[in-house]
């Protein structure tokens, strides 16, 4: 975290499990949040911070409410285990999404894509890929964002390659 404290101009983090060799915890999200280089973060990864719960995300994403995470345009919370909490935070102080990964997140329920899919206009794509989600689901997503691109490739429902979902 003395790192991100001193690194004002840092565009992307990846502080993912397998990339660092540690995991953050909830404590250091909120420390994120906290640094000057919040507010200039495009890109950030927390893949595979199995410690990571709604409580850091949501400090990550609101702490700062006069200039929130307002740059953020890709966001890597697969392999944690939010709740649809940290979707509506995200979708409220990050509306310049473009991309999000929820790989492996298996408390996220339709509530919450369905929220982040109506308030994030700019949302391109987002990988759900082992996501326990009902189908129905992600026809509606693309019912509200027709441009949507759903992850994985080649297993989209505007592919017409429906029996081979990740889901069940």
């Avoid at 790192?3 to 915890?25: H, Y």
């Amino acid at each position: 975290m003395r790192l991100i404290l001193l690194a004002n101009g840092l565009k992307e983090l990846d502080i993912s499990r397998s990339r660092c060799g540690c995991q953050i915890t909830d404590h250091g999200l909120y420390h994120l949040s906290m640094a000057k280089c919040i507010c200039n973060l495009s890109s950030v990864s927390i893949w595979g911070s199995t410690v990571i719960t709604d409580k850091g995300v949501v400090k990550m994403v609101c702490a700062r409410r006069i200039s929130r995470a307002t740059s953020l345009q890709h966001l890597n919370i697969g392999g944690t285990f939010i709740t649809d909490m940290s979707l509506f935070a995200i979708a409220d102080s990050c509306p310049y999404l473009k991309t999000i990964v929820f790989q492996g997140c298996p408390h996220i329920t339709e509530n919450g894509l369905v929220a982040l899919v109506k308030i994030c206009s700019k949302l391109e794509s987002i990988n759900v890929w082992g996501m326990k989600v009902p189908l129905d689901c992600f026809i509606g997503l693309l019912t509200i964002n027709p441009a949507l691109q759903i992850q994985p490739k080649g297993m989209l429902v505007n592919d017409q390659r429906v029996p081979m979902w990740p889901v069940f």
